[in-house]
């Protein structure tokens, strides 16, 4: 079955660096990506949409300069976490969409703790 | 605004046992469901979907039923199992003007099969 890669699985950074996440799309296309962060025990909230060739769409609250995203290829998207600080410490997840209309394949997440 | 909401944080059950796992939505404009599994840092994994247009989707010992009338959905493992402890989530499909579709998660409810 279609599989979404996801690296890193765990990151630590200082306060103030810029942390990437990246998300492939093995065996298929993803024209379209999407980004998840989920805090502790809470439900996975959707960050932005990524399209291919494009400017990602973000959700309402989320700060498209803080969070870049980048979609230079039908395999491959980027999250960037800009100047990190503590309360971006969280789980991140992304998911393409996989042919079917209602078909979505996640990554295995990124844990990222800022320190 | 959660759209997606699971009112059970926990569920307990003994193995062999069914558990119902049970979903609520605000959303009539929802046309698509899904349950997802997800274990401790990694991605959910897909479970089982139903349609709005129907109201019972089996396969195996997982069975989704949907009310639409009453907004609610419900996942039906039997017989549990020990490996089925983890948390789940359903989802929730919005298909908006241009042909995209959104996922919303429910905040999610942690099962654990007791021997």
């Known amino acids: 079955g279609a599989v979404v890669s996801q690296h890193p699985s765990r990151v630590i950074c200082k306060s103030g660096t810029s942390v990437k996440i990246e998300c492939r799309s093995l065996?298929?296309?993803?024209?379209?990506m999407f980004w998840y962060r989920q805090f502790p025990k809470q439900s996975l909230m959707l960050m932005a949409t990524?399209?291919?060739?494009?400017?990602?769409?973000?959700e309402q609250g989320v700060e498209k300069d803080k969070f870049l995203i980048n979609h230079a290829s039908l395999t491959l998207s980027t999250l960037t976490v800009t100047s990190a600080h503590p309360e971006d410490s969280s789980f991140y997840i992304c998911?393409?969409?996989?042919?079917?209309?209602?078909?979505?394949?996640f990554g295995s997440g990124t844990r990222l703790t800022v320190v | 605004d959660q759209q997606v909401k699971q009112n059970s944080p926990s569920l307990s059950v003994q193995e062999g046992r069914i558990s119902i796992l049970n979903c609520d939505y605000t959303?009539?404009?929802?046309?698509?469901f899904l349950w997802y599994k997800k274990y401790p840092a990694e991605g959910p994994t897909f479970l089982i979907s139903i349609s709005s247009i129907k109201d019972k989707n089996e396969d195996g010992r997982f069975t989704v039923f949907l009310n639409k009338s009453a907004k609610h959905l419900s996942l039906h493992i039997v017989p549990s199992q020990p490996g089925d402890s983890a948390v789940y989530f359903c989802?929730?499909?919005?298909?908006?003007?241009?042909?995209?579709?959104?996922?919303?998660f429910g905040t999610g409810t942690q099962l654990k099969v007791e021997l």
């Open positions: 065996d298929f296309q993803a024209t379209t």
């Open positions: 959303n009539s404009m929802f046309d698509y």
């Open positions: 990524s399209n291919e060739g494009s400017k990602a769409t973000y």
């Open positions: 998911s393409a969409r996989t042919g079917t209309v209602y078909g979505y394949t």
């Open positions: 989802a929730a499909i919005f298909r908006y003007t241009g042909g995209g579709n959104k996922l919303t």
